[in-house]
């Protein structure tokens, strides 16, 4: 599949998507781009503003194996990475897959699991396979996992450790849509649900040939440095009490290059940098309290960050 087949390919799977997800183009751009990247999205927003609808629409664009947990409280890590089980005709125990083998997981409101079930993921994100009674085994690729929460409802939940929020690329927010948005949507679901339409337009094959496509769109020694210089800024201010990781300046890179190769572009620019930095690295860096900053958000900080770096010629 050449550079532009990629970009094509791309376009159909962000239209696809739109049919469900109305008004909010620039979250579906960033979504793709996300799983392009081969990252993993974490949508953190109030209920009924569609982050599940996305998930469900990015899953059913793909002819993979989609699963959905509901994490709860009293989930346990077996109940997502499978368990061995005693076979008592034959007198072994067999491994059984939990629903973590899949190629597109979603999380519903992971942060209402316990620490030690939503810890079952890390290997997971990371490393793409799953440890079982000291036996390892790999997961189907590609693999995304896609992770809702809610922000304002504290009772019940337990915040997601800082080890995991820096394995999801992005963090995105789809928001209140507008007015004639919110009309269209009415009458496009008067008698039914535009998702029960949607087909796939893409394999998990094709999905795995645009992720190596983004690896090769070019990036100069220059935007080489501009990612590191933006990155220890996050790390130099004394705005954050905590800056970006080195797993967050590959990050910034690889989604800069889904942006590019999304733009029909077989280069990085600065722009694509500007336009990660705030989607990638905000959810990475905590803002220190006490300072003028403080009542921002860390999104805002950020882009205020990334303006600040000087732009290479």
Known sequence: MSREQATAQAKVLEENVAQVILGKEQVVTQAVAALLSGGHILLEDVPGVGKTMLTKALSRSISGDFQRIQFTADLLPSDITGVNMYRQDEGVFA???????CNVLLGDEINRAT???QSSLLEAMEERQATVDGTQYGLPLPFLVIATQNPIELEGTYPLPFA????????LSLGYMSAEDEKHMLLQRLTKTPIDDLKPVINCDELVI????VQAVHVSDQIAQYVVDVVR???ATDILEYGASP???LDLLRFAQALALMASRDHVLPDDIQAAGPVVL???VIVRRGTRHAALSATEVLAELVESVPVPV
């Open 282 to 284: 905000a959810h990475r």
């Open 233 to 235: 800024a996050t790390r």
């Open 210 to 213: 645009m992720q190596e496509a």
């Open 95 to 101: 491994f059984r897959k939990g629903p973590l083998f």
């Open 247 to 249: 797993r967050g300046t």
């Open 115 to 117: 620490p030690r079930t």
């Open 164 to 171: 995991q929020m820096d394995r999801f690329v992005v963090r």
